[in-house]
Structure formats: structure tokens, C-alpha cells
């Protein structure tokens, strides 16, 4: 409810949009300083597991679970730099998981701030950018895993949210196809 006097201004109606360069500058100093302090770092635990058993590229191993989890997009990432880059430093893969984590802040910051406006969109962001109760997982590239999930998560979101909802955004046959999909009676 607005008061007489009150102009109605909502925190979601103030756009603020100098606050976009500044969390791509954050995202960037984030990338910079977590890549510098892990950079002494060597592959551990799981990450042998990807390095010494997934090593063909065989479809029966990039199929095969990791701790009872699908992790075929984790594995042909490290697959494609096992080629590029090989295994002398652990840099390269900690960049892929830092980039995928840089995509998910700024994920979190599209759908908060179609939501909620600029400034909580920003407030969440920087609070997953700098680490969040999920620490860990930046700091293990081992950990593309459940960091790719949640961008994967958020990306369905925005795709849902838009405006026509997501199967009407397809070109004409795509759109199709879902609408008879969609319509179709279960069992």
C-alpha cells in the first residue's frame, strides 16, 4: 500500500544501471584474486578419478556415474582440456570452474533483478560471488559439477521467465513439436 504523499517508487522500480559494469568489474577482480590463490593447487581425490579412469574417449566411461551423479558435460570439459592444455598445471581448470561460477553470479543478478530490482539483484550476487556458504566449490575444479548445475538451474529459470514463456520463443517447428509434447496425455 502507497501512502497519499508517497510517489509509489518500489526498490524494484529504481534501475540503476551502472550497477551491471560494476559486478562484471567485481566478477573479473573475483576471477583474478581465486585463480591467484589456487594456483599452487594440484589435482586431489575425485579429479584423479577423472584424470587416470575416464581417459579414453569411450562412451560407456563418459557415461559412467561419479558418486552415483551423471557428470557427462564435467567430464568431456575435461576431456577437451586434457588435450588442450594436459595435466602440468591445475590453472587452466580452475579458470573453467571460475568462469562457470562468474557465469552463475551474473545469472543470479539477470533473474533477481527482473524480479526483485538492481539493488537486491546486486546484494545476492556479490554475496555468491565472494564465496557463499558454498566456499568450497570454487576452489576445487573438481566442483564444475555442482557449480554447472546451478548455472544449468538458473538458465531454465531465465529461459521460463521470459516473455512469450520459453516454447513460444522457439523458431515455428521447435515450438510445435513442445506444444504437441506438451499437450499429449501422460500414461
Request: net charge positive; hydrophobic share 50%.
Amino acid at each position: 500500500m502507497t501512502r497519499p504523499d508517497d510517489s509509489g517508487t518500489r526498490v524494484k522500480d529504481v534501475r540503476a544501471p551502472w550497477l551491471l559494469p560494476q559486478l562484471v568489474f567485481l566478477c573479473t577482480v573475483a576471477f583474478v584474486y581465486v585463480l591467484h590463490l589456487t594456483s599452487y593447487k594440484t589435482f586431489f581425490l575425485d579429479e584423479w578419478t577423472f584424470i587416470v579412469s575416464r581417459r579414453p574417449w569411450d562412451v560407456g566411461l563418459i557415461l559412467l556415474p561419479q558418486n552415483g551423479y551423471l557428470t557427462v558435460i564435467p567430464i568431456i570439459v575435461w576431456k577437451v582440456l586434457f588435450a588442450t592444455v594436459g595435466l602440468r598445471s591445475y590453472v587452466p581448470y580452475e579458470a573453467v570452474l571460475l568462469a562457470t561460477h562468474v557465469t552463475v553470479v551474473l545469472l543470479l543478478f539477470v533473474l533477481i533483478r527482473r524480479r526483485s530490482g538492481d539493488l537486491p539483484a546486486l546484494a545476492a550476487s556479490a554475496t555468491l560471488l565472494f564465496l557463499g556458504s558454498g566456499a568450497e566449490n570454487i576452489v576445487y575444479a573438481f566442483q564444475i559439477n555442482w557449480v554447472g548445475s546451478a548455472a544449468f538451474g538458473l538458465l531454465a529459470m531465465l529461459l521460463l521467465d521470459g516473455q512469450p514463456p520459453f516454447p513460444g520463443r522457439l523458431p515455428p517447428s521447435r515450438s510445435l513439436f513442445f506444444a504437441r509434447l506438451c499437450a499429449t496425455p501422460l500414461g
